[in-house]
T-cell receptor, first 112, second 108 residues
């Protein structure tokens, strides 16, 4: 199993551009999550999904959108990139809500 | 979810046990204690979790006090590769919420 795969690993965006951060898992996990981590801080939850077709907001959803059309994929969309979205983004998945999360290796995004 | 309190940092000598404390005085009966760590800028790595009994696996031991208001993660023989940020998280049926964690520095 590859686990949780995130692409790209690095990206530089100009203000106002848009992009999609990709996340895929091959463990048939129902729950998937997007977190962001600013320098020196803990992870903050952006969006999560408890299954295909179901998504919900986390702590910091503004400026982001998600979709979950299949179990495997959970892309995160930035429509109008802002410098405040410069961060490291982590995707995670788990089978049931009280099981440990499996994390990807992150996407490092810089908005200038 | 109950909040947790961890000291910002600690260090220990290589080969010695590292005991990382965590307070969670508002924990509810159905909430688990989870520990994750993050090495450099990698994705967090699951270490161990427990409800009320002490737990041990190949990485660490988790000691939870009888009143469940605090816990200790024990790395029995710390190595330089254990230098990382360790997060103590209390979670029920909702989302995993990360604080700032404790930075463990293992010195040679």
């Amino acid at each position: 199993n590859a686990g949780v795969t995130q692409t790209p690993k690095f990206r530089i965006l100009k203000i106002g551009q848009s992009m999609t951060l990709q996340c895929a898992q091959d463990m048939n996990h129902n729950y998937m999550y997007w977190y962001r981590q600013d320098p020196g801080m803990g992870l903050k939850l952006i969006y999560y999904s408890v299954g295909a077709g179901i998504t919900d907001k986390g702590e910091v959803p503004n400026g982001y959108n998600v979709s979950r059309s299949t179990t495997e994929y959970f892309p995160l969309r930035l429509e109008l990139a802002a410098p405040s979205q410069t961060s490291v983004y982590f995707c995670a998945s788990t089978h049931v809500s009280n099981s440990p999360l499996h994390f990807g290796n992150g996407t490092r995004l810089t908005v200038t | 979810d109950a909040k947790t309190t961890q000291p910002p940092s600690m260090d220990c000598a290589e080969g010695r046990a590292a005991n990382l404390p965590c307070n969670h005085s508002t924990i509810s009966g159905n909430e688990y204690v989870y520990w994750y760590r993050q090495i450099h800028s990698q994705g967090p790595q699951y270490i161990i979790h427990g409800l009320k009994n002490n737990e041990t696996n190949e990485m660490a031991s988790l000691i939870i006090t009888e009143d469940r208001k605090s816990s200790t993660l024990i790395l029995p023989h710390a190595t330089l590769r254990d230098t990382a940020v360790y997060y103590c998280i209390v979670k029920g049926n909702s989302k995993l919420t990360f604080g700032k964690g404790i930075t463990l520095s293992v010195r040679p």
